[in-house]
Nanobody
């Protein structure tokens, strides 16, 4: 069974930094891309950043130049380095992976359970 487990969330002051991790485990053949999403209370889930297997990255305008997404393919792990954090970054951050379980199998979507990030003084 495939599992995505996030870690690294917590409470941080405005201007501070946090590094989130998301490790995928199970019978994974190949991961196409991994992403981070976030959802603040009372708001819709928002895409934050993506990284594909080749290393290309994309960011939401709200986090560009502050957040950095990276990936360790050998560990099936994606990271989100969050710098210059603002109170509006407060949300539950979840990772998403598009992956296949075999060489000829279809790609499916898998989600982690989320980790809380709170930016407050």
């Amino acid at each position: 069974q495939v599992q995505l487990v996030e870690s690294g969330g917590g409470l941080v002051q405005p201007g501070g930094s946090l590094r989130l991790s998301c490790a995928a485990s199970g019978p994974i053949f190949k991961i196409s891309f991994m992403e981070w999403y976030r959802q603040a209370p009372g708001k819709q889930r928002e895409w934050v950043a993506s990284i594909i297997s080749g290393g290309n990255t994309n960011y939401a305008d709200s986090v560009k130049d502050r957040f950095i997404i990276s990936r360790d393919n050998a560990k099936n792990t994606v990271y989100l380095q969050m710098n210059s954090l603002k109170p509006e970054d407060t949300a539950v951050y979840s990772c998403h992976a598009r992956l296949s379980l075999s060489s000829d199998g279809p790609y499916g979507s898998y989600w982690g359970q989320g980790t809380q990030v709170t930016v407050s003084s």
